[in-house]
């Protein structure tokens, strides 16, 4: 096994709601290899966003450790990149201003970075568009951007909240492919990949795209399997069409609605 | 010139209505008896604009001043007021219940007091001005610095981003279309302002040449002053749109 980089022990979060206390997650242990892609899935309200917010040190757990990179997580890191629903783009800044911004948040030099902001502009096929602002963008173009703004930095892990969820479904699986191109599937070694931990509630998109997929029992959120995908990389459109695929959805798709006969699969 | 086509095919159905009220104007004081100082005719008030015994660009200065300055006071302290707001939970307990309460009150019955505090001049008018306007900046203000993002805080925090950079490079420029939307609300409130004062204690403009008709009965220029006035009110409004276009392009329905 490669060296962790995220690692949750007895992770317990419980908060105050109006109604009294609501425990939102419980006893999740994980630990997520460097250079992996692990999904979490799981039904709305399961907490698979608060957890993610919690390994970035936005929210502390009531119970249990994480640590990144060795480091107990108490407060935000900043080696992250972070890619939400929505892209949340400055609309009074241009694109180019806008996948700068970390670098001006964080106090670094931006002009120095304006190089690397436009490399990944044109990775993300938006060179022309450097100078445009968010709202003459696609909602597709707009979350390529806000991908380009997390990776400014070069961290070593990316942290997606439902990155694809508000995009139309063709969008979505084109944003898949992309987003595994510009991972570096098929032109790095697996140790030179970012860790990737990605929320989603799209099982085929889980499957699609990870190494991991974690499934997420209903409120309090609890670990209720994690499955390798052993699907071949590079991953390609035809792969959708593949029995070993359809396989995997529905056992996940079993997993999640209680329905498990997992063991017949497997 | 395709522009100025597409602007009068917008706008020929008010002017049609416009030159029909002042034709049916001109012909009830022309042929239906009424008194000249109780209506005066459109062409006996278009003579008063222009010609007659006001010295018009007095007073056009003295009540363009005040209402400037009004604008501009109003903006300040309410872009203030609001920024402390947004900024300090402390401040805003103690500012907004205060706030309402200025707000509440009729600032026209203030106004007779600033005359015992500050006497006669364009400063009082001003602060009516300023006074009966800065609301609205304040709430705007404080609006706008504080609908951001839950996700682009975060995003601040993931890069240890201080409150100040925050503030500066999201919050700010987030409040600006709200504040330019509520600095035309004060342009018009400037202009309610200012008459207001110069209607209780004034010896020059615009407010102060329609009180002196009262005496002397010369409802044509009384009339003339409130065309006068509209425009310098039109004036100032139409230039903070223009502003608010150029300065927040990105802004969608802002007006």
């Not at chain 1, 990605?198 to 991991?212: G, N, P, Y």
């Amino acid at each position: 096994m490669a060296n962790e980089l995220i690692e949750l022990d007895k992770l317990g979060m419980i908060y105050e709601a109006a109604s009294g206390p609501v425990e939102a997650l419980a006893d999740i242990s994980l630990s997520v290899g460097a250079g992996e892609f692990v999904s979490l899935v799981g039904p709305s309200g399961c907490g698979k966003s608060t957890l993610l917010r919690i390994v970035a040190g936005l929210r502390p757990a009531t119970t249990g450790t994480v640590s990144v990179a060795g480091r107990r997580v108490t407060k935000p890191i900043n080696d992250i990149g972070m890619v939400f629903q929505a892209p949340i783009l400055l609309k009074w800044r241009t694109i180019l201003e806008n996948v700068l911004l970390p670098a001006e948040l964080a106090g670094k030099d931006a002009r120095a970075l304006r190089g690397r902001a436009l490399e990944l502009l044109e990775m993300a096929e938006l060179h022309g568009f450097a100078d445009k602002l968010p709202r003459e963008l696609s909602g597709g173009m707009q979350q390529r951007a806000s991908l380009c703004r997390a990776l400014l930095l070069d961290p070593p892990l990316l942290l997606m909240d439902e990155p694809f969820g508000a995009l139309d479904a063709m969008t979505r699986d084109d944003m898949a492919l992309e987003l595994l191109r510009i991972w570096g599937e098929r032109d790095l070694a697996r140790e030179a990949r970012k860790t990737v931990l990605f929320v989603t509630h799209s099982i085929s998109e889980a499957v699609f795209l990870s190494d991991r997929v974690v499934v997420m029992s209903p409120r309090p959120g609890r670990i209720a399997a994690d499955l390798k995908i052993d699907l071949p990389r590079p991953r390609t459109v035809e792969l959708r069409a593949s029995e070993a695929f359809g396989r995997l959805n529905l056992e996940i798709f079993r997993i999640l609605t209680g329905r498990s006969s997992a063991g017949m699969l497997g | 010139m395709t522009k100025f086509a597409g602007l009068s095919r917008q706008y020929w159905p008010t002017l049609v209505l416009f030159a029909f009220l002042l034709a049916s104007w001109q012909a009830a004081v022309s042929f239906g008896g009424i008194r000249e100082y109780l209506l005066p005719a459109p062409l006996s008030v278009w003579n008063a604009l222009w010609h007659g015994d006001t010295s018009w660009g007095q007073h056009i200065w003295t009540t363009t001043l005040e209402i400037v300055g009004a604008f501009f006071m109003a903006a300040i302290v309410g872009v203030a007021l609001g920024v402390a707001i947004a900024w300090s939970p402390l401040l805003a307990n103690a500012l907004v219940p205060f706030l309402v309460f200025v707000n509440t009150l009729p600032k026209v019955a203030i106004a007779p007091l600033f005359l015992i505090w500050m006497g006669y001049g364009i400063f009082p008018n001003m602060l009516m001005g300023a006074l009966i306007g800065f609301f609205p900046v304040v709430i705007n203000t404080a609006v706008g610095l504080s609908q951001v993002e839950a996700d682009m805080l975060d995003l601040g925090r993931v890069f240890s981003a201080p409150k100040w950079k925050i503030f500066l490079k999201i919050r700010l420029p987030n409040a600006l279309p709200y504040i330019l939307s509520a600095l035309k609300i004060t342009a018009t409130a400037a202009v309610v302002g200012a008459i207001v004062g110069e209607f209780v204690a004034s010896q020059r403009g615009l407010g102060y040449v329609i009180v002196a008709t009262q005496s002397s009965m010369n409802t044509s220029v009384a009339f003339a002053a409130l065309i006068w006035i509209s425009a310098v009110g039109l004036a100032l409004y139409g230039l903070v749109v223009v502003v608010a276009r150029l300065w927040a392009p990105w802004a969608e329905g802002i007006d």
